[in-house]
């Protein structure tokens, strides 16, 4: 059985309520991926795989279809959270705290109920 | 102290509101690296993304005076450059507000009407350049 990358969710939220950076990271990257993989799929099972020239621009062709779908909302959305999780991953100058994992999560969670009202 | 980047400031050449208003690429272009919109701060970096995507330059104002009709407020955004860290062909322009007195629940709420104020009447290939990020301060 695939993966259900709702799990991440739950993963998200049980590490925002740590009490490391590392864990707050953590828990940002996860929601990010949760509802990203979960649109991903969504969109390739209605309109077929995406082509891709190289791996890592799956990231914004998600978010370009989403705009061509006019999904504004999710499209928006899921553009801050990708932000969050960047800075989250990659940026180790940046403090990142419990109100950021937090927040993110709520992001992810609302991002998913405009899925399940849309997509 | 020496400015490497000389400010350009537009408000002599642009009104202060912009929407539905056709900006000159030229204008834009010639100008000094450093950009100043009406209270914008813009970084080289930044100055240089919109010399590259005059398409964005010319629908800031309306874009920000969307994104603030929105909100109910006037907040100058911080703008930054997204660089995509997986694929680094892409970059956008975000506008990123930070906002007082706001729980997140709410900005949630609010952000639904940003985005549909925002993008609704933006052309695609401008939609996909471009990010609105809310937050609290």
């Not at chain 1, 993966?3 to 950076?21: C, R, V, Y």
């Not at chain 1, 800075?87 to 992810?108: H, M, P, R, V």
Request: some cysteine.
């Amino acid at each position: 059985m695939p993966f259900d990358p709702l799990e991440f969710l739950t993963t998200a939220k049980n590490l925002s309520n740590g009490n490391t950076e590392s864990q707050f990271r953590t828990s940002i990257s996860r929601s990010y991926y949760s509802v990203f993989l979960l649109i991903r799929d969504k969109i390739e099972t209605k309109y077929g795989k995406f082509q891709l020239k190289r791996h890592g621009e799956i990231h914004q062709k998600v978010n370009d279809k989403l705009l061509e779908l006019r999904l504004f909302k999710i499209a928006s959305k899921l553009d801050g959270l990708r932000k969050n999780r960047r800075d989250a991953d990659y940026f180790l100058s940046l403090t990142i705290g419990q109100n950021d994992a937090e927040n993110s999560w709520k992001l992810a969670n609302n991002i998913y109920q405009l899925i399940q009202a849309s997509l | 102290m020496f400015d490497p980047y000389p400010q350009a400031t537009f408000s002599d050449t642009i009104p202060t509101t912009l929407s539905n208003i056709t900006i000159p690429q030229t204008i834009v272009q010639r100008k000094a690296p450093k950009i100043e919109f009406v209270g914008l701060k813009i970084s080289p970096e930044v100055s240089e993304f919109l010399n590259n995507n005059p398409s964005v330059t010319i629908r800031m104002c309306e874009i920000t005076d969307k994104v603030n009709n929105a909100l109910g407020l006037d907040i100058v955004p911080q703008l930054e450059i997204i660089h995509d860290e997986e694929s680094d062909e892409f970059s956008k322009l975000a506008f990123v507000y930070g906002i007082q007195g706001k729980t997140y629940d709410d900005l949630l709420k609010i952000w639904d009407d940003v985005a549909e104020q925002v993008y609704t009447n933006l052309d695609l290939e401008t939609s996909k350049r471009i990010s609105i990020v809310l937050d609290t301060v």
